[in-house]
T-cell receptor
């Protein structure tokens, strides 16, 4: 079975400060990992994904994440927060089981990011 | 990536009634899924919509309550049957392709049952 734990349901930062959203996973097979963002009253937008290539993954809007197998982590970072980054962020895990599980995601509980002026 | 159109975007329904949500993808996808996002919570997978056959439901979800159809590779529906206030949630459909790729999501249907 696979699971995802996001540490911190709410994170608050000042504009221009570092953003760090934590995600730890549990998976019995090599995982694929994703970060999605959800703006109010909208669907989910993919920020970035890890699919067993480079461990440091760069995504949209200046976000990046590093896959650390030894720590079973996939934390999301952005060097400098912007007001427009305020949203809810979800970490998700999937795995390749003969091609039948692509897109079948297990989500973390989500982290609401607040950015203060 | 593909674009998923989902409708209705929101609805307010009376308890005991049913609502059918439609999901249209602008290109063929291998897999389609339906998720539920209860208020203040994360997304939970309801089922995998299989083309031309019965959907595969996750634990805790049953076909009588959430019948799903997928007549072709670009379209699927989810019906929420005999609704109660506990069914008030956001329902999202997603699709993914034939190679290792991300799942992309519709905008969701915000359902309120009164």
């Amino acid at each position: 079975a696979q699971s995802v734990t996001q540490l911190g349901s709410h994170v608050s930062v000042s504009e221009g400060a570092l953003v760090l959203l934590r995600c730890n996973y549990s998976s019995s097979v090599p995982p694929y990992l994703f970060w999605y963002v959800q703006y109010p009253n909208q669907g989910l937008q993919l920020l970035l994904k890890y699919t067993s290539a480079a461990t440091l993954v760069k995504g949209i809007n200046g976000f990046e994440a590093e896959f650390k197998k030894s720590e079973t982590s996939f934390h999301l970072t952005k060097p400098s927060a912007h007001m427009s980054d305020a949203a809810e962020y979800f970490c998700a895990v999937s795995f390749n089981a003969g091609g039948t599980s692509y897109g079948k995601l297990t989500f973390g509980q989500g982290t609401i990011l607040t950015v203060h002026p | 990536s593909a674009v998923i159109s989902q409708k209705p975007s929101r609805d307010i329904c009376q308890r005991g009634t049913s609502l059918t949500i439609q999901c249209q993808v602008d290109s063929q996808v291998t897999m389609m899924f339906w998720y539920r996002q209860q208020p203040g919570q994360s997304l939970t997978l309801i089922a995998t919509a299989n083309q031309g056959s019965e959907a595969t439901y996750e634990s805790g979800f049953v076909i009588d309550k959430f019948p799903i159809s997928r007549p072709n590779l670009t379209f699927s529906t989810l019906t929420v049957s005999n609704m109660s206030p506990e069914d008030s949630s956001i329902y999202l459909c997603s699709g993914s392709g034939t190679v290792i790729t991300e799942a992309f999501f519709g905008q969701g249907t915000r359902l309120t049952v009164v």
